[in-house]
């Protein structure tokens, strides 16, 4: 919901989590800048991805992003693994979360009550009615990223980390601190969700 | 199997985690429930799709330049023979620094900041014995050298018969990043083509300017940023440049 609050005051809400005007004066390690720009950066397009897809704001985005790389940069000499990509994931995730709460305070209808009660309707439901003889036809980028923005969450996530970032069931657990048995049902549920939109539309088209 | 255990089996027989036992139970499934085998038809279609189009995005640079700007920035590059030492160790310390030294991503922002750098490169490369680590005028003897060495080898091109004679190679340090560089020569000039992987993989017609004496001819194509680096005059540095896009490119095709 675009607009619903002004400019200035969204750095300051990231801002504020970690503090890191302080952090900039007091770690100032220029070999640690090194090996974690080395180890972290390569992956800011994929963290940009990710932000994207959950936040589903540009600008929310990016401002999740850079609160994420300098958590990880605070964090970087108790880093011991998993692989950089899903550490990332982890804190950028973190970060979401507080935006989502956030949000949950302006508007009412928190995010995470919608995302449980999709989560428990049953799997079967979407994928019944669609004939079978359809097929499923091409689409565009921007058509791709539309859909896969309108699952809801925690099914975009899991389905973001899994088709858009190719982490591994595991690490996808890891990350969102679920057993890989949700895992696999919320991806069950993700890709028939996106099945069924994906035809409908096609559907419509005609 | 019912369709419902199928449906969530069904996801890691798609990606691949699912044990053989398991696989060919929901196999079976599929083979005999037309429903089932149309989502997993579906499903991978699905994928195949979004892994074609794309479906991720890019950083906006100016993200990328403010997380830049609130890290500590890096002090002066250690030296180059401090870098090959490390590699030369072989440890399994300067492994894990080796493959730190991966994304060799170089920022746009600071191209005053890098030309210089690149000039000083090809400065220091002109002292006695700092040219080339590998001494060879064939192409296949410089190529495998920097495997290993770098995430992506630089493209090594013999050029002799277009009239710029491949020295060697050398691995360098350009912006606090491990870099390669081929080395080559015109009767007494020597070029540096310095190669470095960028995350724009858009082609970037050639531009030629000049710094502290030298020309830089910068090109990208590939996902390779290039630059070329020599006392030549641009019109012949503008030449070497051609001919090496020229030879890449039929190399290529
Ligand atoms: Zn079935």
Redesign the pocket.
């Given at each position: 919901m675009p607009g619903r609050r002004i400019e200035t005051g969204r750095a300051k809400i990231f801002a504020a989590q970690t503090g890191h005007e302080a952090m900039k004066a007091s770690e100032e390690d220029p070999e640690k800048a090194r090996r974690f720009r080395e180890a972290a950066l390569p992956y800011l397009d994929d963290a940009y991805t990710l932000a994207r897809y959950l936040l589903r704001d540009a600008n929310d985005a990016e401002d999740a992003v850079q609160e994420c790389f300098l958590r990880a940069y605070k964090h970087f000499d108790s880093y011991r693994g998993p692989a950089m990509k899903p550490w990332l994931f982890t804190i950028l995730r973190n970060v979401c979360r507080a935006e989502y709460a956030r949000r949950a305070d302006i508007k009412t209808g928190a995010i995470e009550d919608v995302a449980d009660s999709a989560e428990a309707t049953p799997l079967w439901h979407e994928a019944q009615e669609t004939p079978e003889a359809q097929m499923l036809r091409e689409k565009d980028s921007a058509a791709i990223r539309r859909l896969i923005a309108s699952l809801a969450e925690p099914f975009r996530e899991t389905f973001v980390l899994r088709e858009i970032q190719n982490l591994s069931y595991r690490e996808i657990a890891d990350v969102a601190a679920v057993p890989v048995g949700t895992v696999m049902s919320r991806l069950a549920r993700a890709r028939a969700m996106l099945r069924s939109a994906w035809l409908a539309e096609q559907e419509q088209a005609k | 199997m019912t369709?419902e255990e199928?449906?969530v089996l069904l996801q890691a027989l798609i990606d691949g985690e699912l044990d053989a036992g398991h696989a060919r139970e929901v196999e079976n499934?599929?083979a005999g429930?037309p429903?089932?085998a149309a989502l997993a038809k579906d499903y991978r279609a699905m994928s195949r799709v979004i892994a074609d189009k794309g479906a991720s995005y890019t950083a906006p640079p100016e993200l990328r330049r403010r997380i830049e700007a609130a890290l500590p920035q890096p002090r002066a590059a250690p030296n180059r023979r401090a870098v090959l030492r490390g590699f030369a160790l072989g440890s399994a310390v300067s492994a894990m620094a080796a493959t730190g030294l991966v994304a060799i991503i170089l920022r746009n922002d600071d191209k005053t900041r890098i030309q210089s750098e690149l000039v000083s490169a090809h400065l220091r490369s002109l002292q006695a014995g700092h040219l080339t680590d590998v001494l060879s005028t064939d192409q296949h003897t410089v190529k495998p050298w920097f495997n290993g060495k770098l995430d992506v080898a630089p493209p090594v091109i013999d050029l002799t018969a277009k009239g710029f004679t491949l020295i060697g190679g050398r691995l360098d340090y350009v912006d606090a990043r491990a870099i390669g560089a081929v080395v080559y020569r015109r009767r007494q000039h020597v070029i540096n083509l310095f190669v470095a992987q960028t995350s724009d993989i858009e082609r970037h017609a050639a531009r030629t300017s000049a710094r502290q004496g030298f020309n830089i001819r910068h090109w990208s194509n590939h996902g390779l940023n290039f630059w070329a680096v020599s006392d030549l005059g641009a019109d012949e540095l503008a030449e070497f440049g051609d001919k090496f896009e020229a030879a890449m490119k039929s190399a290529a095709s």
């Open positions: - | 369709c199928a449906e499934h599929i429930c429903r089932c």
